[in-house]
């Protein structure tokens, strides 16, 4: 590590640990409307993640193929540990496969892209490893595709719903409503893109944030997952592709 990343490291550390001392005096949807949201979202990752991938497909794939190439070590998962071996294959010796049991084991950071009516058994088959660990929830309720569940989860939020299967993960809503043909070729793009994103825990928002920007997108942190996670799922305001401001101008319309 260079001297400056250890130096931003070390800044980085003391801004969540102020941050989370000052959460047990002011509610954190309080906070996040004052905090320096442009500092946690330029918060650096380490150089090198774990990450451990459940759902490796259209959305799994993608993402976990550009963290790869980022730089990152990456386990996929899914029910298909065939089809994931050849997808590590492809990426090279950064890219592994394995169980989900042992993808969450593998990865410090935990990407879940699976259909959202598959929640309840990713909760019976994880459920049990995922206290303390930050989750990125990139999964959607979709009503046509999941049914009833769906529109439950949408009615109550999608990370809140997450969280229901998932007790204790540090859940962050991130790449919900930005297609996966675009997810692994953001970086390569000049135009900036923000990419919304919702959680209560200030050192998950910094990892998801980090790695959100390792694949090219600009980070915004809208708010908490109980105030805007419904709003981080295809079809809503926030749905689609826009440039952080447009991000920021929309969200401010929900709140
Ligand atoms: N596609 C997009 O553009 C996009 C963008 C943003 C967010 N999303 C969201 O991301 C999620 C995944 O979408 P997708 O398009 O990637 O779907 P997909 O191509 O159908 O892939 C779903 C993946 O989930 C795996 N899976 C299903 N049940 C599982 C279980 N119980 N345990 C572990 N893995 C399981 C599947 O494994 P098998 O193949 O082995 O069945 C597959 O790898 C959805 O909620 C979607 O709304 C998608």
Do not use: C
Not at 72 to 101: I, Y
Not at 121 to 145: E, M, Q
Request: hydrophobic fraction near 45%; avoid cysteine; charged fraction near 20%.
């Amino acid at each position: 590590m260079t001297a400056r990343r250890s130096d931003m490291t070390h800044m980085a550390r003391n801004s969540r640990r102020h941050f989370l001392q000052s959460t047990t005096a002011i509610s954190i949807a309080a906070l996040l409307g004052s905090l320096p949201l442009a500092a946690l979202a330029q918060t650096a990752a380490p150089a090198k993640m774990k990450i451990g991938i459940i759902g490796s497909g259209r959305a799994g794939s993608a993402i976990g193929g550009a963290w790869v190439r980022a730089g990152h070590e990456v386990m996929f998962s899914s029910l298909n540990l065939e089809a994931d071996k050849k997808l590590a294959a492809s990426l090279g010796p950064n890219a592994r496969a394995g169980t989900s049991r042992e993808a969450v084991a593998f990865g410090s950071v935990v990407l879940v892209a699976v259909p959202y009516s598959a929640m309840p058994a990713v909760g019976k088959d994880i459920g049990d490893l995922v206290k303390g660990k930050v989750i990125i929830d990139a999964s959607n309720p979709i009503v046509a595709r999941d049914g009833d569940m769906a529109v439950a989860a949408r009615e109550k939020g999608a990370g809140i719903t997450s969280a229901e299967y998932l007790p204790g993960a540090r859940i962050v809503r991130a790449f919900n409503a930005i297609g996966a043909a675009r997810m692994g070729e953001a970086a390569t793009k000049s135009e900036r893109i923000g990419m919304p994103m919702a959680g209560d825990d200030a050192n998950a928002i910094s990892v998801a944030s980090a790695l959100v920007r390792d694949v090219g997108y600009e980070p915004v942190l809208v708010g908490t997952l109980a105030a805007m996670s419904k709003y981080l799922v295809p079809g809503t305001a926030l749905g689609g592709e826009r440039s952080p401001e447009e991000v920021r101008k929309v969200a401010a319309t929900l709140k």
